[in-house]
């Protein structure tokens, strides 16, 4: 997708992204290490605007941007990856992998973070020998290392950087669900801005490494027409992986962020309709579990629908959309509530910060196509439905109820 935008400067969106995701990653250290039992953004928006339905649109765009995620990783799992092993329909294939993630998420947190950590390491493996592959083309007096500065044809570098941006966006996102479990650190104040940003500027670094690498061995046009690009770029470089090895790494990488993506949406939903934000049959658990079983339902059930309707590309410019919204509404909470001081001593970004992450976030709002207006427009519709359906029915505090 980047490339069809950038051309082989595939390293360029990737920087401005990190850069972008810098700014408000900054607001959310100072909220985060400030309210360490708080929550989210939802929570940050709440005691800043004190009002109910911007709290919850917050909250909500949150939800519909983890389960829309989890449809465009779906797709991408059902792409060229999957194809090495078996040739199947792609949305059939997409739909199943949703409902074996399901019932993963279904069995516990417990087997889906230990699921998630060796999937993690497998994940990194795959983008190192990325990085690899590249490395021996150019070592071997191959590639092209000109392409790193050349953009398609009649473009405005610029500009086209800032289109790549909003996908490459994507690849930065997630930082922002760590809010929900700082108050399990130790030291928050200390522990959490280091993390926050030792963590996002290495996967900055390491995602750089791989558009760098993808440029080398591969061609634009060959990097966008693919659905596989990273197995087209092991496969070209002659590094002697084979084609099953790394299709296997690479659909480990999504299914796990697939995963991830899905205990949050589902835990967040169960969340909202605890507090009677979303009706309360999504707070309903498995007995013996204790896994919130129709929020897990109804998520997936919404994330397999997007994929009969969306393609990748849409799915994820949508994710970036959804999610700026809430990244204003944290930018703007951090700068309203600097008139609530705290006792104990926290982390306290620059105030031009927060100013320059609502600016970034405004701009890459008015990149979005209409397309992508729409789709979020019509998710965050939903939200407000489910929204006043579950304050006009009556609460019998059976909420959590095992059924």
Sequence with gaps: MLAGKVGGALWAPLLAALLLALLTAGSYAELVTKYPKAGGAAVFAERAFRRPMVSFLVGFSMLAAGVTSAAGLSLAFAGDYLRTFIDVPPVAAAVVFLALVAALNARGISESVKSNVVMTIIELTGLLIVIIAGAVVLGGGRGDIGRLTEFPPDSVPALAILAGAIIAYYSFVGFETSANVAEEIRDPSKVYPTA????????????????????????????????????????????????????????????????????MASRLAYGMAEHGLLPTALSRVLPKRRTPWVAIVSTTAVAMLLTLVGDLSTLAETV??????????????????????????????????????????????SQQTAKVWLFGAILLAVGVVLYYVARATPRHGAGAAAD
Excluded: Q
Aim: charged share 10%.
């Design 196 to 263: 926050l940003f030792g963590a996002l500027i290495a996967a900055g670094v390491v995602y750089v490494l791989v558009g760098i690498a993808s440029s080398v061995v591969l061609s634009p046009a060959d990097l966008a027409d693919s659905s596989g690009p990273l197995l087209d770029v092991v496969s070209a470089s002659g590094l002697g992986v084979p084609d099953w090895a790394f299709s296997a790494i690479a659909l480990i990488a999504v299914a796990n962020g697939a995963l991830l993506t899905m205990i």
């Design 320 to 365: 970036v959309l959804l999610l700026l919204f809430v990244f204003i509404s944290t930018n703007v909470a951090v700068l309203v509530l600097r008139r609530d001081p705290v006792e104990h001593n926290h982390f306290r970004v620059w105030t031009a910060v927060p100013v320059l992450g609502v600016a970034s976030c405004l701009l890459l709002l």
